[in-house]
């Protein structure tokens, strides 16, 4: 099983990469079988994401990472809340995707914020964003707050029980999806 983590903020350290990993982490661990992690952090291509406007002109750097998300067989999204939402960096990633490179992924959902006002934005805008390219999310998402982090790690025994949660739902759904696979593709080809 491959496990890719996608952190979605600019800075370095960061608390969104902390949770990211830690999720990532607790997949492997539930998992009982082999498995791959790799983490992506925009920030860290934030520069040539930044120069791209056209997906038939990405760097070296830029092409691995949209083959490890196509690659994932479960993919871990966390983001910072940037003024009410998900950075517009991040969101250039997917805008240069081609919309059906993710379509039937299982992901987990998490995000970072100041404080707990803007936690919706996992349900009405990262959600929304994975929904519309065909990601299949956990149901149950992590919030953390800059008080639950400890030098960029997470350091609340409530997120961290609800990393556990997550790290169930995300594997629980990854199996249910891989083994159905036929299925559902052979549903989705009877409506066409
Ligand atoms: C430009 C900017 C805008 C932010 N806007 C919000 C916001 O609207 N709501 C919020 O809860 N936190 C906001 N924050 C706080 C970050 O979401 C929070 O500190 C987060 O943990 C940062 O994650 P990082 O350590 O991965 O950068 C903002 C931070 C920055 C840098």
Redesign the pocket.
């Known amino acids: 099983m491959n496990i890719v983590g996608l952190?979605g903020?600019?800075?370095s350290?960061?608390?969104?990469?902390?949770l990211v990993t830690s999720i990532v982490n607790e997949i492997s661990l539930a998992a009982s079988h082999h498995v791959q992690e790799q983490i992506i952090d925009i920030a860290d291509i934030a520069s040539a994401l930044g120069q791209t406007f056209d997906p038939k002109n990405l760097t070296p750097k830029l092409q691995a990472a949209y083959s490890a998300v196509a690659e994932a067989d479960v993919l871990v999204i966390g983001v910072?809340?940037?003024?009410?939402?998900y950075?517009g960096l991040f969101k250039h990633f997917f805008d240069l995707i081609d919309p059906k490179l993710l379509e039937g992924k299982v992901a987990v959902l998490a995000a970072?914020?100041?404080?707990?006002?803007?936690a919706l934005v996992l349900e009405h805008q990262l959600r929304t964003l994975l929904n519309f390219l065909g990601v299949y999310s956990a149901p149950k998402t992590v919030f953390?707050?800059?008080t639950d982090?400890s030098n960029?790690q997470v350091n609340s025994s409530a997120i961290t029980e609800r990393i556990r949660l997550v790290a169930e739902q995300g594997l629980w759904l990854a199996r249910q999806h891989y083994d159905a696979a036929p299925v559902q593709l052979a549903a989705v080809a009877a409506y066409g």
Request: net charge positive.
């Open positions: 952190s903020g600019l800075s350290p960061s608390r969104t990469k902390g910072p809340v940037y003024n009410a939402s950075p970072t914020g100041g404080s707990d006002q803007h953390a707050k800059d982090f960029y």
